[in-house]
């Protein structure tokens, strides 16, 4: 009777998820021809391939990293203070409810073609308003550092709602008499920020640095079509490598190896993440 | 709680905050309702006179090689053909789970809770040949197939089966009901908030899925939403046809956009334990 109700779930399963991730361990050993269907066991030769430094692996780890390092501490800081916002008493908080959450709905490709137009030198909005006010006009995605920028933004409104809500529900969860007891006491709010606001979060935002960090070292769709990992491959993060190598190059062995580095790096850092949020 | 810092501050930063996040879709909706020759203009106006619908008309009818039409009718029919099966065989491992004993049932368990963690890049290289081995490249089963075992469905949909009580199941079952009508009759309809969300999550997730059908579908005739888009400007002048562009990047969010509305609720309160935004 169990197998019943579970067969068509582990059918599935095993087929498209537990083959496939064993399936692509081994295959980060070989060298698989798309064309001849052969594999070829080569050791580690994929990694050393990816490596090496005329492979742009590591320049993509590093970019990506850029990103990770500059972009997550801005969606969790913004996240958290429109968290805070949302938390106190303000009117209109169904309409600034929609308007945070309807990013995630849109797609990666419209919004990149929305912002796309919004950072146009010649005719983007942001330009339009710049010059008005007085300010030069910015070729926001000819140059590495405001294309970074671009992208950190983008993924900024589009992810918002993955930061803010799970800082809303752990505020929302710290009881009111704390704040007031502490009130009584006679502590200020700065002092009832650090004492029991922050402490009591402390898993919320362990939950939501990790998630975000793991999310952002994935990001693939909104630099593939908006900047196209430029200029000069500033912006080429690993995931578009990844899909490069495997699915234009058809260098299955060396993208699959690509992709278990990656997994290691994420795990890594997890761990490391764990340990360093556990103990302050 | 910061009951000194005053509260005008804290809103009017909100409100700067809330336009900035406004601005990207009403100022790409006014440009889609312009004709394009305006959407060149200055100075810029935010309402579009005259207003029309000539972008979403031509973006719809039009002969290019993008058919936006096409996209949406594929992933239409891609998204919901996922969620149902999705739903249903989420919703009967995860009455299994939750209520039936057998053995390795944790175990089994706890390695397919396991698989919700793992990166999904790992896979993109063995799906891919996996899914050409089937003869499925290219063709709308390799999107479907791939979604169907969903490690989260499962998890989330065990949580709802565990909190019915099981006085109910068993009082069904004393009356002659078997498991399987125990399921049907008794366990479902009460879970259905959690099927409702778990529905609305597939949908939007096969809706807004990129990369995957990126490498798996190629013709033009077959290509979800998401992907038509990516060739858009190609198919589309940048500079030119803005208008048109921007019509057809609403388009594509119409469908979850009503369905988002349908169920703000039960998003909200989803996004605030899992949300995940690459």
């Not at chain 1, 990103?67 to 106190?88: D, E, K, Q, W």
């Not at chain 2, 810029?44 to 949406?72: M, Q």
Request: proline share 5%; aromatic share 14%.
């Amino acid at each position: 009777m169990p197998a019943l109700f579970l067969a068509p779930y582990m059918v599935f399963f095993v087929v498209f998820t537990v083959y496939p991730i064993v399936y692509g361990m081994f295959l980060a050993f070989t060298n698989y021809d798309l064309i001849t269907e052969s594999v070829q066991f080569v050791g580690w030769a994929n990694f050393k391939a990816i490596f090496s430094p005329d492979n742009l692996f590591l320049l993509s780890l590093w970019n990506t990293v850029k990103y990770v390092v500059l972009g997550v501490p801005v969606f969790i800081v913004v996240g958290f203070i429109v968290a805070l916002a949302m938390n106190s008493d303000i009117k209109g908080r169904t309409i600034f409810r929609a308007i945070f959450a309807a990013p995630y709905v849109v797609n990666v490709a419209a919004m990149s073609l929305m912002f796309v137009w919004i950072f146009d030198s010649r005719v983007g909005i942001i330009n339009y308003y710049l010059t008005k006010l007085g300010l030069p006009p910015q070729d926001w995605l000819s140059y590495p550092w405001s294309a970074l920028g671009v992208i950190i933004f983008v993924s900024l409104w589009w992810g918002l709602g993955g930061v803010y809500l799970p800082f809303l529900a752990g505020l929302q969860d710290i009881p009111h008499e704390y704040y007031e007891a502490a009130a009584i006491d006679g502590a200020t709010p700065a002092q009832a920020f650090r004492y029991i606001t922050i402490p009591l979060l402390k898993p919320t935002i362990l939950f939501v640095t990790v998630t975000q960090v793991i999310a952002a070292f994935q990001v693939f769709g909104q630099v593939q079509l908006i900047t196209g990992g430029g200029p000069a491959n500033s912006t080429r993060v690993v995931l578009q490598h990844i899909y490069d190598t495997g699915f234009q190059y058809f260098q299955l062995g060396e993208a699959s190896a690509m992709a278990w580095v990656l997994f290691l790096i994420l795990l890594g850092l997890t761990i490391i993440q764990f340990r360093f949020i556990q103990q302050r | 709680m910061l009951k000194n810092l005053p509260k005008i501050l804290l809103f009017l930063l909100l409100l700067i905050i809330a336009i900035v996040w406004a601005v990207p879709l009403v100022w790409s909706l006014s440009t889609s309702l312009k004709p394009n020759a305006m959407s060149m203009q200055y100075p810029i106006r935010w309402i579009p006179k005259p207003f029309t619908l000539e972008n979403y008309i031509g973006v719809l009818t039009t002969n290019r090689s993008v058919k936006i039409s096409v996209a949406l009718v594929n992933s239409a029919y891609v998204a919901v053909i996922t969620v149902v099966l999705v739903v249903v065989t989420s919703a009967l491992a995860a009455y299994a789970f939750a209520r039936l004993n057998f053995k390795g049932r944790n175990a089994l368990f706890w390695i397919s809770i396991s698989t919700m963690f793992i990166p999904p890049q790992i896979m993109l290289v063995p799906r891919f040949l996996l899914v050409n081995r089937m003869g499925l490249l290219d063709n709308h089963l390799a999107l479907i197939l791939s979604a169907i075992a969903s490690a989260f469905g499962v998890f989330y949909l065990r949580q709802f089966f565990a909190s019915i009580p099981v006085e109910l199941e068993e009082a069904a079952r004393i009356d002659g009901c078997n498991r399987f009508q125990v399921f049907w009759k008794i366990v479902l309809p009460l879970a259905k908030p959690g099927l409702a969300t778990l529905a609305l999550f597939t949908f939007l997730g096969s809706w807004n899925d990129f990369m995957w059908p990126l490498i798996v579908i190629n013709s033009q005739e077959k290509m979800t939403v998401p992907v038509a888009l990516a060739n858009f400007r190609g198919a589309f002048h940048a500079a030119l046809e803005q208008g048109n562009i921007m019509a057809a990047a609403f388009l594509s969010s119409i469908i979850p956009i009503i369905i988002f509305i349908l169920a703000q609720k039960a998003i909200v309160k989803n996004l605030s334990t899992s949300g995940l935004k690459g």
